[in-house]
């Protein structure tokens, strides 16, 4: 079995900090509520829009808190899939990774005597569509009655790029040269893809992922010296706070 090493927690801060926010944008309104039926104030019917107003901003906060929310459960699930890889193979979530100024989190980093893989993994439900090279994606999920909404989603492939090219600059600077090989996997088998001129390992399935991952061979096989100070680094970034 695999180790898992915990990362960062930045997400999961980011989730808690978009749930409290929604609670609190929803307390004026429910204050008011109350007060209106207990007839201890009341406004003119015609502000009674104001105090309906904290709602859409508590709305807004409580989408962002659903968004994160799924994106922990896939990277969640996905490291715990992952585990069943042979103990040679060592696990990080949650890496955050910065070079002249720029800054991003790596869901997965998996260590192995065959290569480094960093993953990025999205929990995307609907049908996606769009171009490996475009930077948005269309997001079409359907609704319980029926009804369509589309939305744009960032591009995994191209988040996944930046994040091999900046972990990559943080290994030249402790003088190693290694591929790291780039995976994009979305968490949720039932979403539906229409992505064109992809290039890039890509599944939505867990077999494929731990298969793609155990059967690849790396032009350059790491030496084990090499792999001590990949996890080494990989340690000092989980434990930073970019």
Avoid at 97 to 126: P, W
Avoid at 139 to 148: A, D, L
Avoid at 168 to 182: D, R, V
Wanted: charged content about 20%; overall charge positive.
């Amino acid at each position: 079995m695999a180790k898992l090493h915990q990362g960062s927690k930045h997400l999961k801060k980011n989730a808690h900090q978009a749930r409290n926010r929604a609670i609190l944008w929803t307390l004026p309104t429910i204050i008011y509520i109350v007060l209106y039926f207990t007839q201890q104030f009341q406004l003119h019917w015609g502000f009674h829009l104001l105090a309906l107003l904290p709602l859409i901003v508590a709305a807004r906060y409580s989408r962002q808190y659903k968004i994160y929310r799924a994106g922990i459960e896939g990277e969640v699930e996905t490291a715990k899939f992952l585990k069943s890889l042979p103990a040679s193979y060592e696990i990080y979530r949650s890496v955050p990774v910065s070079y002249q100024g720029q800054k991003s989190e790596i869901d997965l980093v998996i260590v192995g005597e065959n290569g480094v893989f960093a993953v990025e993994v999205k929990n995307h439900s609907g049908k996606l569509s769009g171009s490996a090279d475009a930077q948005e994606w269309q997001q079409v999920k359907r609704g319980p009655k029926g009804e369509q909404t589309r939305k744009m989603v960032r591009n995994p492939i191209l988040q996944m790029k930046n994040q091999v090219w900046l972990l990559s600059q943080n290994m030249k600077e402790q003088k190693l040269s290694l591929w790291i090989e780039g995976i994009v996997y979305i968490a949720n088998p039932n979403c539906e893809l229409n992505i064109k001129q992809v290039h890039v390992p890509f599944f939505n399935q867990p077999e494929q992922l731990s298969r793609y991952i155990l059967h690849y061979q790396a032009k350059n096989t790491p030496t084990q010296a090499q792999l001590t100070q990949v996890k080494k680094l990989l340690h000092r970034l989980s434990k930073s706070k970019n």
